[in-house]
C-alpha cells in the first residue's frame, strides 16, 4: 500500500469509528440509587420517575410501559432494567421534554381573545416576498404544523371578472382562490381540531366579492362560523368553536371605497409599499367608517366572524376600546415596537378583550421573520410569521406552539388578563431558576453522511443553549467544541434567572466547529419553558425548517426552581 493511499484508509478509518456508548456518570450514580444488585425493578422505576424526574402521578403501568418498550433489546431482562437498559430508555421517545401524551390542557373555555394563536403571513408563498410562486402547498404545510390562521390576499384576475390569491405589485404568479379554499377544508383539522382563522387582505369591487361569498359558503358549509350579530360583544371561545372555519377581514364597505380607487388610480400599491406608508394605509386600507352608512354586498358581509378595521387618527383612536363590539386590528411590527415606547400598557388593555395582529415589516422581502416576544409581552393574540423559511424566529414560534397539546392555540398567561394591568416596560423579580445540565448526544452518524462536516476526520460539536422571551430573560451560552466525536461528551451545567418564565422559550442549537468562523449546523430545538419536563431527558433535534430528524438526540437534565 502507498503511502497516500494508507493515508486515505486512515482517515476512513477515524472518520466511520464509532466508540462505544456510555452512560454519563450522574446516569450511574441513578441507577445504581434506584437498583438492587444491578437490577432496576418495576417499583424501582416508578420511584425513579416520581422522586426525581418529577412525574408525580406516574403509576406502575407506566413504568411497565417503559418495561415493554425495551423487550425488543437483547439488554433487556425480565427481572428488571440492567444499566444498559435503563440508559437507552433515558435516551428513547417516551422520555421526550415534554409529556408524551401531546394532549390540550390549558382551559379552551374562555373567550378567543385570552390566547395565542399560531399565525402565518402570506400564508400562499412559497419563497420570497417579489418572485416566488405562489402554492397551496404552503398553506397545507403550515396547517398540518398545527398554524391556526392563515392570510390570503384578495385581488381581480386578469379580466376583473374573477378573484385570485397573489402578493399585489409583485411579480409573484397568482394562485386561485378556489383551491386554497379546498386546500384548506382538506387539511384544516388534521393537526388540531380547534378553529382555523382565514384573514382575507381583501382587494375587490363588490361583485367580485360577492363571488367569494358564494365560494366560501359552498365550500365549506356547516363548517363555516356565521355568528348571528354582525358586532360580537365578546368573542367565543375555542371550544365551542371546534371543527368551524372563521373569517377575518374589514367589512365591505371599506372595500366599496377601496375598490373605487382602485378603478381611478389603476391599482392599489401592494402592501408591502403601503407598510412603509403608514398613513395612507390607515386612512384607505383599514378605516373604519360610520354606523349609518349601508353594506352593498351583505353576503360577503355575513361570512365575517372577525371584524377587522383600524379608526382613523391616531394610536389613541386605534386602541379605542367599545364595550359593545370587540374587533381586531392590525399592526406592522415598526408599528408595534412604536407603540410600545409609550402605550405599552394600554395595548395589554386592548387585547384583554380584542385582537391584535401583528405582521412584518415591507423590507422582509426574504421572508424573514422578527421578535415575537414584543408582541406577545403585550398580549398581541396573533403573531403572523413567514412560516416558508427558517432562522431563530421561526424556531422560536415554533417552540412556543409546541405548549398546550401542540393544538395551535396557547392561553395568555393571567398577568396579561388580570384588571391590574401588566407594563411589559419595568423589569420583574427572578421568578424561577432554570439549570440546563448537556450531557452528550448520539445519532448524528446515522442522520447525516459521515463525510457532511468534515472529509477526513469526525466533527467537532458544540451546543448553543438560551433563553428567548422577554428582554430580562434573554441569554445564550455555549459548551466547549468536543473535536473529532460522533458522540460528543460535553457534562456541562448552565443556569438561567427567569423573571417571566410563563413567556420563555428554551433554544439549543448544535454546531460543528469550523475555524472559519462559519459553524456547520447539526440540529435544533425550542422548547416552552412553561411544559418542560424535569429530570433526565432525551431532547429530539431538527433539522433548519423544524422537522424532527430519526435519530439525532442529546441527553440533557433539566432543574426549574
Not at 441 to 461: A, I, K, N, Q, V
Request: hydrophobic letters at 35%; one cysteine or more.
Amino acid at each position: 500500500m502507498s503511502r497516500q493511499s494508507f493515508k486515505v484508509c486512515f482517515c476512513f478509518r477515524r472518520i466511520f469509528k464509532l466508540s462505544v456508548l456510555e452512560p454519563p456518570e450522574d446516569v450511574k450514580i441513578l441507577f445504581n440509587q434506584y437498583s438492587q444488585n444491578g437490577t432496576m425493578s418495576l417499583d424501582n422505576l416508578r420511584g425513579f420517575l416520581v422522586e426525581f424526574q418529577g412525574e408525580y402521578s406516574a403509576t406502575r403501568d407506566d413504568a411497565q410501559a417503559i418495561f415493554n418498550s425495551l423487550k425488543h433489546l437483547n439488554i433487556f431482562s425480565r427481572r428488571g432494567l440492567h444499566l444498559e437498559a435503563f440508559f437507552r430508555y433515558l435516551l428513547g421517545d417516551l422520555n421526550g421534554p415534554l409529556s408524551p401524551s401531546r394532549a390540550v390542557h390549558h382551559d379552551m373555555t374562555q373567550p378567543l381573545a385570552h390566547y395565542f394563536l399560531y399565525t402565518g403571513h402570506n400564508s400562499y408563498l412559497t419563497g420570497n416576498q417579489l418572485s416566488s410562486k405562489s402554492s397551496v402547498q404552503p398553506i397545507i404545510k403550515a396547517l398540518r404544523r398545527g398554524v391556526r390562521v392563515i392570510e390570503l390576499d384578495l385581488w381581480p384576475g386578469s379580466k376583473k371578472d374573477e378573484v385570485e390569491v397573489r402578493h399585489g405589485g409583485t411579480l409573484t404568479n397568482p394562485v386561485d382562490l378556489l383551491q386554497c379554499l379546498n386546500a384548506i377544508k382538506d387539511n384544516a383539522f388534521q393537526a388540531s381540531e380547534y378553529p382555523v382563522v382565514i384573514t382575507f387582505e381583501d382587494h375587490l369591487p363588490a361583485n367580485l366579492q360577492d363571488q367569494v361569498a358564494e365560494m366560501v359558503t359552498k365550500t365549506f358549509g356547516d363548517m363555516l362560523y356565521r355568528p348571528e350579530t354582525d358586532q360580537l360583544r365578546e368573542f367565543p371561545s375555542p371550544e365551542s368553536l371546534k371543527k368551524k372555519v372563521m373569517i377575518s377581514t374589514k367589512p365591505p364597505k371599506e372595500s366599496k371605497i377601496s375598490s373605487k380607487k382602485e378603478q381611478w388610480n389603476g391599482e392599489t400599491a401592494s402592501k408591502s409599499d403601503n407598510e412603509t406608508r403608514d398613513k395612507d394605509e390607515v386612512d384607505e386600507g383599514e378605516s373604519l367608517q360610520e354606523e349609518d352608512e349601508e353594506t352593498t354586498v351583505p353576503e360577503y358581509r355575513h361570512l365575517i366572524s372577525i371584524n377587522a378595521g383600524k379608526p382613523k387618527g391616531a394610536l389613541k383612536n386605534w386602541l379605542s376600546i367599545d364595550e359593545n363590539k370587540v374587533r381586531r386590528l392590525s399592526l406592522s411590527e415598526q408599528e408595534l415596537e412604536n407603540a410600545t415606547r409609550r402605550h405599552g400598557a394600554d395595548i395589554v388593555r386592548f387585547t384583554q378583550r380584542n385582537l391584535l395582529r401583528v405582521y412584518p415589516k415591507g423590507t422582509r422581502i426574504t421572508s424573514s421573520n422578527y421578535n415575537p416576544f414584543v408582541g406577545w409581552a403585550h398580549g398581541a393574540q396573533m403573531v403572523a410569521f413567514n412560516m416558508q423559511g427558517y432562522g431563530k424566529y421561526l424556531w422560536v414560534m415554533q417552540g412556543m406552539f409546541k405548549a398546550n397539546g401542540g393544538c395551535g392555540y396557547v392561553k395568555k398567561p393571567d398577568f396579561l388578563l388580570s384588571n391590574e394591568v401588566f407594563d411589559p416596560s419595568v423589569r420583574l423579580p427572578v421568578k424561577k431558576i432554570l439549570k440546563v445540565k448537556i450531557y452528550m448526544g448520539e445519532g448524528w452518524d446515522l442522520d447525516f453522511r459521515r463525510t457532511h462536516f468534515d472529509m477526513y476526520s469526525p466533527p467537532d460539536f458544540f451546543v448553543k443553549v438560551g433563553i428567548a422571551g422577554v428582554p430580562a430573560d434573554k441569554a445564550m451560552h455555549k459548551t466547549k467544541a468536543i473535536e473529532d466525536d460522533w458522540q460528543p461528551v460535553w457534562n456541562e451545567k448552565f443556569e438561567f434567572e427567569l423573571t417571566v418564565p410563563e413567556l420563555a422559550v428554551l433554544r439549543i442549537t448544535v454546531l460543528e466547529y469550523d475555524t472559519s468562523g462559519k459553524h456547520d449546523f447539526g440540529g435544533q430545538t425550542c422548547l416552552p419553558i412553561s411544559e418542560l419536563r424535569t429530570g433526565i431527558r432525551a431532547i429530539p433535534l431538527h433539522d433548519r425548517r423544524g422537522d424532527k430528524y430519526k435519530n439525532t438526540k442529546l441527553l440533557v437534565q433539566f432543574e426549574l426552581n
